[in-house]
């Protein structure tokens, strides 16, 4: 009866890791689609366009080994352009710029939120998984362990605080 207990408890776990994965993937997507909308909007200076254009497209398109890493990159890069909240009173100030600006601020909330949710459903997985009794009967069959997603996503300040 334990075992069982055991067995279906783990499952749940992974269940909700693959949820909060999916979860994870799309705020990053989402996060990724809105800077690179920005980017070629034409509302920012060339330079910072291109910083984060490129930051972005390469969040899209990276491989699942390197995501972690251009993640971050793309996290940099918002960091650099929205340091300064002169950048997002100016991209408040063209038109649909403040659409952008709210959307892009929610972005980069949400994913720190959906980072924790995953990184929680992994930490207990892997607590369980620990236990002397799943291992010798090997309750987790073959699902691989799981592994937490690390990212730099600390949000710029200028948009961190800003009001929905």
């Given at each position: 009866?334990?075992?069982?207990?055991?067995?279906?408890?783990?499952?749940?776990?992974?269940?909700?890791?693959?949820?909060a994965?999916?979860?994870l993937?799309?705020?990053?997507l989402?996060?990724?689609?809105?800077?690179?909308?920005?980017?070629?909007?034409?509302?920012?200076?060339?330079?910072?366009?291109?910083?984060?254009?490129?930051?972005?497209?390469?969040?899209?398109?990276?491989?699942?080994?390197?995501?972690?890493?251009?993640?971050?990159?793309?996290?940099?890069a918002?960091?650099a352009?929205?340091?300064?909240?002169?950048?997002?009173?100016?991209?408040?100030?063209?038109?649909g710029?403040e659409?952008?600006?709210?959307?892009?601020?929610?972005?980069?909330?949400?994913?720190?939120?959906?980072r924790?949710?995953?990184?929680?459903?992994?930490?207990?997985?892997?607590?369980?998984?620990?236990?002397?009794?799943?291992?010798?009967?090997?309750?987790?069959g073959?699902?691989?362990?799981?592994?937490?997603?690390?990212?730099?996503d600390e949000?710029?300040?200028?948009?961190?605080d800003?009001?929905?």
């Amino acid at each position: 009866m334990y075992l069982s207990w055991t067995a279906g408890r783990l499952d749940r776990l992974h269940a909700r890791i693959d949820a909060a994965r999916a979860a994870l993937d799309a705020q990053l997507l989402r996060r990724a689609s809105v800077a690179q909308e920005l980017a070629t909007s034409g509302v920012l200076d060339p330079a910072a366009s291109i910083v984060l254009y490129e930051a972005a497209h390469e969040a899209r398109q990276a491989e699942e080994e390197h995501r972690e890493v251009a993640e971050s990159e793309l996290s940099a890069a918002l960091r650099a352009v929205f340091g300064a909240r002169e950048q997002v009173e100016a991209v408040r100030q063209v038109p649909g710029g403040e659409e952008a600006a709210g959307e892009l601020a929610q972005a980069v909330r949400r994913v720190p939120m959906a980072r924790r949710f995953h990184n929680d459903s992994v930490r207990a997985a892997r607590a369980l998984r620990r236990h002397r009794t799943v291992r010798w009967f090997r309750l987790a069959g073959h699902a691989p362990f799981p592994l937490a997603f690390e990212m730099d996503d600390e949000p710029p300040a200028a948009l961190a605080d800003r009001p929905t």
